[in-house]
């Protein structure tokens, strides 16, 4: 079940922290520290220039609750075959459904050790990020119940991070950076040690991150990450109330210094400024990729979500849904991407790939400030 509609208060982001790192929750994240497999072994970015873009299929949609359920249960131990390599990793074909679909969180999928581990390559490519291509290198996250499966580490530099979700429920991929001299063990104790006020501990920066997706389709962003110590978490929660990252579902990565030729993030259709009384998107898209450029010029780290709504629903509906933070998310909304947390002053791009329907984005903070949100249609 989603959680993201709902953080769009302060009292539940708060909440999110508290869940993650307070009592038994904490040490569960400790004692699962090694639950989440990232190798150990830099692998360098492999030039590929003139490569076909790496897209996902504009036809996939949001996956219904019904097909999930109807899905069948990945036995404990089991692991995806093969090993993703570069470009060819980032494609994935999913079932086509309506954009009014409703959110695909199963609870009844059995958990992966960690290690059955996928590693993915980073791979350097060359295109317009707006036209349908990667821009820079190229990072690919594998997430399932509960770890992700991706490079122990990847040079500094422009990057877009591609989250494929190949498991039954939804995920999302937090990206955090570490305080210079902060380790990621520091960064699990300190959870684990939070747990009394709920409040992150000030050792790390939201630096975006593909935002939560439903099964069998791809949460895309491009950052430029600079040198230093991060780490992935998933803060989605299911049936049973426990955030993923409580089972397991962080990951830590490494950030080393640039080997390669600068790029710039990608202007793409549009600008989006996060932290206002409102934001730009237009009321009408065509359907396929979109790649939108993001500014966060709040007071705090917020993110920019987007999911598929019936074509009853209204701007009004979802104010009102808003306004619940402690209501479960309505069954109607559907993840279909965006940005996670972003730091203020922070910056990058988000790419959408959406099949024709009614969707709502919505520009959440981590902190007191209000959420806007707008509605449009894909055509």
């Not at 494929?164 to 959870?191: P, S, W």
């Not at 069998?216 to 040198?227: A, R, Y």
């Not at 009102?320 to 993840?335: H, S």
């Amino acid at each position: 079940m989603t959680t993201h509609l709902h953080r769009a208060t302060a009292a539940l982001n708060r909440r999110r922290f508290l869940a993650l790192a307070g009592g038994a929750v904490g040490s569960a994240i400790l004692a699962a520290c090694g639950g989440s497999s990232a190798t150990d072994t830099p692998k360098p970015a492999t030039a590929t220039t003139g490569a076909a873009p790496a897209t996902a299929p504009a036809a996939a949609a949001p996956t219904t609750a019904a097909g999930s359920a109807a899905a069948a249960t990945r036995p404990a131990g089991s692991a995806p075959s093969g090993t993703t390599t570069g470009s060819a990793a980032a494609s994935t074909t999913a079932p086509a459904t309506t954009a009014a679909g409703t959110s695909a969180a199963s609870s009844a999928v059995a958990t992966r050790p960690a290690a059955s581990a996928v590693t993915a390559n980073a791979t350097s490519v060359t295109g317009s990020a707006a036209a349908g291509g990667t821009t820079g290198q190229l990072l690919v996250i594998e997430a399932a119940e509960y770890s992700f499966k991706t490079l122990g580490s990847i040079p500094a530099g422009v990057t877009t991070v591609q989250m494929k979700n190949i498991g039954k429920e939804n995920h999302e991929a937090q990206i955090l950076r570490l305080n210079d001299g902060v380790t990621y063990e520091q960064l699990l104790a300190a959870l684990a040690a939070s747990g009394g006020n709920g409040e992150p501990p000030p050792i790390f920066t939201y630096e975006g991150g593909p935002a939560e997706i439903v099964p069998n389709k791809v949460s895309e962003v491009v950052l430029d990450l600079k040198e230093g110590q991060y780490a992935l978490l998933c803060f989605v929660t299911g049936s049973d109330g426990t955030p993923h990252a409580a089972k397991g579902m962080v990951a830590p990565i490494k950030v080393t210094p640039a080997t390669g030729a600068a790029a710039t993030l990608p202007t793409g259709s549009g600008a989006i400024a996060l932290g206002g009384a409102s934001f730009d998107i237009p009321e009408s898209l065509p359907a396929g990729r979109r790649t939108f450029r993001l500014t966060n010029g709040g007071k705090s780290a917020r993110a920019f979500f987007v999911g598929g709504i019936p074509a009853d629903k209204t701007i009004d509906d979802v104010q009102q849904e808003l306004a619940k933070p402690d209501a479960p998310p309505p069954p109607w909304f559907t993840a279909n991407g965006g940005m996670d947390g972003l730091k203020p002053g922070g910056a990058g791009a988000v790419v959408l790939d959406l099949v024709p329907g009614k969707y709502v984005a919505v520009d959440v903070a981590f902190g007191p400030e209000q959420p806007t949100a707008k509605v449009f249609t894909v055509k």
